[in-house]
């Protein structure tokens, strides 16, 4: 079955970085879009970044262009977020999902993903 598990959330400054991994099993990597959402406290699920199959496409939230990156590797079944700069407002669980159609456009709609990690915790306090 279809799974993606999230690592690599932790504590940590405001200024400091993490990288984010989802690792996906049950399904061809390749012919999937991968997003990663986040929901802070009280606040409604949010687009933050995804990346085409192919990889030769992102997207990002204006609120974390220039600081985060989002890149996969395949052979791995494995996408990442690299996050920089990291302010107290991106203190958040954070969650990867896959399209639920194959070969899709970059897309921060989260009614087009159908299938969820468990999320990672990110905290970023002083």
């Known amino acids: 079955q279809v799974q993606l598990v999230e690592s690599g959330g932790a504590l940590v400054q405001p200024g400091g970085s993490l990288r984010l991994s989802c690792a996906a099993s049950?399904?061809?990597?390749?012919?999937?879009?991968i997003g990663w959402f986040r929901q802070a406290p009280g606040k409604e699920r949010e687009g933050v970044s995804c990346?085409?199959?192919?990889?030769?496409?992102?997207l990002y939230a204006d609120s974390v262009k220039g600081r985060f990156t989002i890149s996969r590797d395949n052979a791995k079944n494995t996408v990442y977020l690299q996050m920089n700069s990291l302010k107290p407002e991106d203190t958040a669980v954070y969650y990867c999902?896959?399209?639920?159609?194959?070969?899709?456009?970059?897309?921060?709609?989260?009614?087009?993903?159908?299938?969820w990690g468990q999320g990672t915790q990110v905290t970023v306090s002083s």
């Open positions: 049950g399904f061809t990597l390749d012919y999937y879009t």
């Open positions: 999902a896959r399209t639920s159609r194959s070969y899709y456009y970059t897309t921060l709609d989260r009614t087009k993903y159908g299938y």
């Open positions: 990346i085409s199959y192919s990889g030769g496409s992102t």
